[in-house]
């Protein structure tokens, strides 16, 4: 029987118990390890749960709508004693403003997601303002609009389900800080805890989100990817803004409404700052 020992159960750590609790070829254990359940710093809890098929590459398009099949299908398949969740999936679509440097990049990406399926649109601003009436076209060459499969949810309410389904289903979730591994014969053979005890393994899985680099290097696997910090503000805005989609206009910055709000935030350039302390050089 395989032991199954998971670090960290955010929504990564707990889709993989869930899964693999589901899988009807597995007869083993799941174990996942967990240091804070209340996930206050966790990116399961501080995301800005949205969902699009607006990517470059083929996978990253499949995967979301996987991902949106799931959500979907969620208040059915994550029912625990006959109560699914509901997670107010939203699907007003993204809407990339673009300049004109950007319509090269824009057209060949648009190629991609309408071959891998994606139900995508190029707006001129004529189309735009006629959509949005309330929109600045000013300085924006092509909108991409996606009609369909784009939008926001519960992601708390979702990560909290497939949880909860994960347990009913065998899962055993630990509240505890993994610290390091034990080995033998040349494997991990365990999960070492901060109070000095041990969790038997077979097999492990790093599932850590920003702090994944460090559960990494316990197992002497460098991992080249670090956290960085992102904030998000709300503000509230008088005039109505009817069929409001995700927007990311030409600056970088983003926003999306959220309940009488709305959600704000922007992704830094080269330099951006890592928490951990100094840059992240990766060659």
Known sequence: ??????????????STAYHLTRHPAFTGSVTVIERDPSYTRASSALSASSIRVQFSTPLNIALSQFGLDFIKAAETDLAVDGQGPLLGLREPGYLYAVPDSGLDILAENHAVQTQAGGDVALLTPEALKQRFPWLNTHGIATGSLGLSGEGWFNGPGLHMAIRAKAIAQGARFVKAAATGYTRGNGRITG?????GSEIPADQVVNAAGGW???????????????????QVFTFACRAELPGFPLLIDPSGIWVRPEGNLYLTGFCPGEGDPDPYGGPLVID
Do not use: H
């Open 212 to 230: 994944a680099w460090q559960v990494a290097e316990w197992g002497g696997i460098e991992l080249p990817i670090r956290p960085r910090a992102r």
């Open 191 to 195: 999960v070492v805890l901060e109070d």
């Open 1 to 14: 029987m395989q032991r199954v020992v998971i670090i960290g159960g955010g929504v990564v750590g707990s």
